[in-house]
């Protein structure tokens, strides 16, 4: 009776926002009961993007899961034999030179995606890697900040678990030989992630060197502002939008190629066909690259409010400005989903 509730900070150290959601379990109810956001100034220290995210968020909970992503990480799809969960453990560790091709120190870690059949009995891997350096470094930044960390997760696998706490049909879930995927894609400041889930489990994934801050430069350049002030530009002008959009409109031409060629590989490959493209992320809010992407990837697509059919308290969460940020939640959300497994 007294037992105390299970809550989970979600803490999304993104390169231009850091951003925090706290996820409360009431009964089996996933509830955000917090969110804080800080936007990173040039040159600013992530530690007191994070002090301060903690300090204005007024959290109830210490326990903290953050994400990784970016050339410290490594993520590999494998097929391999059916075995139990030490046996993979230990067969992981032993190709571990064939999966990160480094000298550094790296830590391993995998997951089955989906056990083998009678008629093919080979299983699917995923399988993650970190530099172990960076994985120790943040996990003690965290901590000198006052908080614990419980785990450390890859941003690309935030966005797969923040549908499933969120989006997921009830049908996805059914295990078969469903061939329509749904791609997950996030574009954030300096990378644009995207995972393809299929029958509720991710089958491709990716990151793509694109996002917002290209935008930003390309408004800067084009106006001859610098970058701050192209930002407010980018973000709110109306007088200059004609301006940023031809502007901006190389850069998610890039972007749009990356993410056909990603679509068209995993399709083929997979032998799929991805019907419903879910976009995130601020560098989405850029005034029209939203529909941009959408005329490009020629797929049914639509803008990702994590938040949908999340049970908000709102004694304790400011929700306008949640709500205004909705669309660059979605790491920090997948982040704290965890605690439904805690
Ligand atoms: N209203 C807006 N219009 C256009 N761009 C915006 C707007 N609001 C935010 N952005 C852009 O969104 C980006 C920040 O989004 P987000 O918080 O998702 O990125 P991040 O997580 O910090 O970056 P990354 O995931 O690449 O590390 C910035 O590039 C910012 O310029
Ligand atoms: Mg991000």
């Not at 925090?20 to 800080?38: C, D, H, K, N, W």
């Amino acid at each position: 009776m007294f037992r105390s509730k299970k809550r989970v900070v979600g803490l999304d150290l993104g390169s231009s926002v850091v951003k925090a959601v706290e996820i409360t379990l009431e009964g089996q109810e996933p509830v955000i009961t917090g969110f804080s956001r800080a936007e990173l100034p040039p040159g600013g220290s992530v530690d007191d993007a994070v002090k301060q995210v903690f300090k204005e968020g007024r959290f109830r909970s210490k326990r903290v899961v953050s994400g990784v992503s970016g050339q410290d990480t490594v993520v590999r799809y494998l097929s391999m034999p059916q075995m139990s969960d030490s046996e993979l453990q230990q067969a992981i560790q032993f190709e571990a030179d064939k999966i990160v091709a480094s000298d550094e120190d790296f830590i391993l870690d995998c997951l089955p995606l989906q056990r083998g059949t009678a008629e093919d009995p080979e299983m699917s891997v995923l399988v993650a890697a970190c530099q172990s350096e960076r994985l120790n470094g943040q996990a003690q930044m965290i901590q000198s900040a006052g908080l614990l960390p419980i785990a450390i997760d890859l941003d690309l696998f935030a966005l797969a678990n923040a549908w499933e706490l969120c989006v997921m049909p009830v049908s996805e879930s059914v295990e078969g030989r469903d061939t329509r995927a749904t791609a997950l894609v996030d574009v954030g400041s300096r990378v644009t992630s995207i995972n393809v889930m299929r029958g509720g489990v991710s089958c491709f994934s990716r990151e793509i060197p694109i996002g917002g801050a290209n935008m930003t430069q390309a408004v800067a350049r084009r106006l001859s502002l610098e970058g701050f002030e192209a930002e407010a530009v980018k973000r709110t002008s109306e007088d200059h939008q004609a301006e940023v959009r031809t502007a901006i409109g190389p850069v998610l031409e890039d972007l749009a190629s990356e993410l056909m060629l990603s679509m068209d590989y995993v399709e083929h490959n997979e032998g799929l066909t991805v019907t419903e493209v879910l976009l995130s992320g601020g560098g989405v809010l850029a005034p029209g690259a939203a529909e941009y992407v959408e005329q490009a990837v020629a797929r049914p697509t639509r803008l990702w409010n994590p938040l949908e059919g999340l049970r908000v308290d709102v004694n304790r969460v400011d929700v306008e400005e949640l709500e205004a940020w909705a669309p660059s939640l979605v790491v920090a959300v997948g982040l704290a989903s965890r605690v439904v497994n805690q």
